[in-house]
């Protein structure tokens, strides 16, 4: 196994050595090291005092020092350094009152969550791992350090963390941190929305979402995300639905946003796209209805659940771009599209141009999640959709206000007073363009709005439109 630290935490590491004080990289960083993959963050604990460690370095902030944590500058990057530390009693079922700092690593580490982040290395001592982290991670297990209950009473956030990582890992949780799990599930009520959204988008992004039904199975959703239970109890007598809402929804997380050939997506489209799928079904179980086919329908499930969905990202506190794509793409996700130029040109107008390749996904990530008896014709026609709108873009046709080669300026010049009937003026010429997409020339335009309006005009206001 390579170790390779990264210059300037050897350095800082190296220079607490030599004043005599002990240094590892501990957490997070040690165990991605094990894993093979690249650490996102390197965390330095030591014996030093906040102080102490003030004292060495030349530029440092107090991140958190009341609770042991300085963050030492080194150029343009920064590294937090944390004295070992002992914690008090937990009041808020998230962060202890007080902590208390020690000498002892190994009394440091017993305070950690789970045995793969309770570990600790340097190049002089090699791999500090007192609680078997090594051995779980080769075992693939999630397993708290010393008593589970205690661990996720003391920070009910720990709840989440564990199946987060068992998702981001593909690892399974061991018998009594399970327990432990379903246990203490109530607490996370104690946590802040924020922190379950993090926690929430961590694993959705993951490479294992369908851990979302251990959330529900641990009964997290229903403390958490109680919208989400309804879906596993709701089925679908439909031809062309095999699952349960709940099912097909974690069948079309998993599906969306994945890495294949034709499309790559970045870390924020696969946020947006997996909450989207996440919640696309969200008022299913509200708009259940029997019809006389003897099939299942959810008439209106769309709008209803673009409404419900902002309610719960504004209750996690998502970012407004975020909310605002996820709940446009639910609202939109049902769309049929026609499968003609103008067919394509009207879906871009209503859609928006900027949701077209999401939307594509959102489609295609929804028809993988029903029944394969029923999706080759969708795939075509989503195929060629996709095919037909490329072309648009290619020919760089007009599908929006902002495209059309003429304006409220150029209204204005001509001698059109601006308002609704303007507004309304040049819907109608973007409607015509969306039809015949050779009309989008200034002159045609010119000529087609005269055509539209100026008799109107010139019997509102004769003496100007005579001029």
Known sequence: MKIRIPNKVKYIMDTLLKHNYEAYIVGGCVRDMILGREPEDWDITTCATPEQVKSIFHRTVDTGIQHGTVTVLLEKEHFEVTTYRVDGIYEDYRRPKEVSFTSSLEEDL?????TINAMAYNEQEGFIDLFGGMDDLKKGYIRCVGDAEERFTEDALRILRAVRFSAQLGFEIVDDTLRAIKSKAPLLQNISAERIRMELTKLLVSNHPDRIKLLYECGITKIILPEFDPLMETEQKNIHHIYSVGEHTIRAVMEVAGKYEDH???EKERTILRWTMLLHDIEKPSTKTLGKDGQHHFYGHQEKGAITAKAIM?????????L????HLIRWHDYRFVTTPSGMRKAALKIGKEYMKLIFEVNRADTSA???LYNTEKYEKLAEAEKIYNEIIKKGECVSLKELKINGKDLIALGYKPGKEMGELLNNLLDLVIETPELNNKEKLISLANQLVK???QEKHPSKMNK
């Open 324 to 327: 605002d794509s996820v709940v």
């Open 264 to 266: 790559w997506f970045t």
């Open 370 to 372: 029903k029944n394969p």
């Open 314 to 322: 504004k209750r996690l506190k998502f970012d407004n771009d975020t």
């Open 110 to 114: 017993k305070r950690r969550d789970f």
């Open 455 to 457: 008799p109107n005009l």
